[in-house]
Every structure is written in structure tokens, then in C-alpha cells.
């Protein structure tokens, strides 16, 4: 059963070119579906589209976004912020800038649960507690009283993945929740998300440019050029045998470290320009 369905979303810079292009993608219930693409490619503008957190400068010229069974394009704005409130939840990119400088980490994790969800205060703090301890967090009472500048990097993010869970949302939008973290970390955040992932049977809507973690933690991807998706498919099949041109040459420019000499392959001009005048013309 679909929980999300993206429909010919299209959205521009207002008064200036496309940024989406007809996108249409689905994201079942217990899914882990990953956004993949170069840079600009549009993964993360669908995943504020279906939050509602675009900039203000980008509008959506057309489609549908149904989130189970409700076209939210339809819906008034404090409407739309209620059902998306209470349903979805974003792991942002850079956890240092998405956490407040100026507040403890026990508030933030709680004002969610007590302003959209109307729990009690303590209720909420009881939550957060046993949220760090599935986030592996040493001592999370005392973490609860701190600042964001008094953790490490991989802390702060293991807090956002934490508050992410915290109201038990049906979909979550991973927006490449890992790059702003060393090599070491990464993997350890990766396999958190997955096994909290399966543990809560939370949809997952993970944006990354990195086909090694698609890899390890989705079951099917949509693969973006200039805000289309040119390849829908399982992630084992992708792996296999990609359909589309660009696919292929994608997956071919990921580094092989099973053999650290072999020379990187860029994607072929000609296969740019192919895909170009695809996404443009076509």
C-alpha cells in the first residue's frame, strides 16, 4: 500500500526555469526508497515539496502529492502543517546547523512531541530518554541537559535521527543525513537509521548522491537529472543490469574499492547531452 505518491509534480524558480519536471515516484509503507542523482538534480527539493518546506522563491506549478490518501496541495496551509506535522519528519543534512545553538537538546526533542502531538511535558522527556538509548547514546539524561556545541558531530546527528523517531511519523525524508561526517561515522549512522528503520516499520524517503549507501539501505531508488526521474527501479535490479544510459554511467563513475587502482570513469559528454535533450525534449 502506497503512503506517499508523488503525481507529474512539476515546480520552477518564480520567474525563472524548471527545478522539478513532472516527477512522479511512490513510497510504500515500511519502503525505503532512495533519491539519487548529481548535485542539483532535484532530490532534495522533493522531499521539502512533500514536507512543505520549499524556499519561497520556488513554486509548484503542478502534480498531486498524496500522503495517505490526501492530496496536500489541496489543503490549507495550517492544515497541511497539522497533517504533515503529525505524519512526516525530516533527518537534515548538517546537524550542527539544524539543532539550536541556544537551546538543550531535552527541548528540542520534546517541544515537537508536546506542541504538535499535545503531550504532557513529562511524557515527552520519558520519550526522548528512551530515544537516546536506541540512538546509543552514553548517559542520555545528562546529554538531554546539553547544548549542541558540548557533542561531537556524530552526537548531534545520532539527536536528529532521535527526534526524527520521536513521534513515531509513517514516512521520514533522510536528507543525506551522512555527509557531513567522517568515513567511520558515517557507517555507524547508516546502520542506525536501518535498524530503527526496521525496528519502527517507518517509511523512509532517503536522499543521497552516494549509490554505495543506496546499496546498503534501500530497497528501490529513483534516479534524477535535472529534476526528472529518468530510472524507477529495484535496487538490486539497478545494480544488475540499470536501464536507462545515464543509469549505467553513473553506476560506472562510483569508485571501485575492491580495486583501488582502478582509474575513475567520469560520465561520457555524449551521454550527457543524451539525457539533456531527454529531460528537456522529451
Known sequence: MSFLEVRNLSARVKGGGPLLRDVSLTVQVGEVRGLVGESGAGKSMIGKAVLGILPKAVEITGGKIVLDGTDLLTLPPAVRRVKVGASCALIPQDPLTALNPSRRIGVQITDRLVDILGWTRQRAEERALALLGEVQITDPARVLRQYPHELSGGMRQRILIASAFAAEPKLIVADEPTTALDVTVQKQILKLIAALQARHGTALLFVTHDLG???????????????KVVEDSDVADFFRAPKHPYSAALLAATPKYSDPSAGLQPVPDAVIAAVRTEVEHG
Open 213 to 227: 549507501v543506496v546499496s546498503k539501505v534501500c530497497q528501490n531508488l529513483s534516479v534524477l537529472y535535472a529534476g
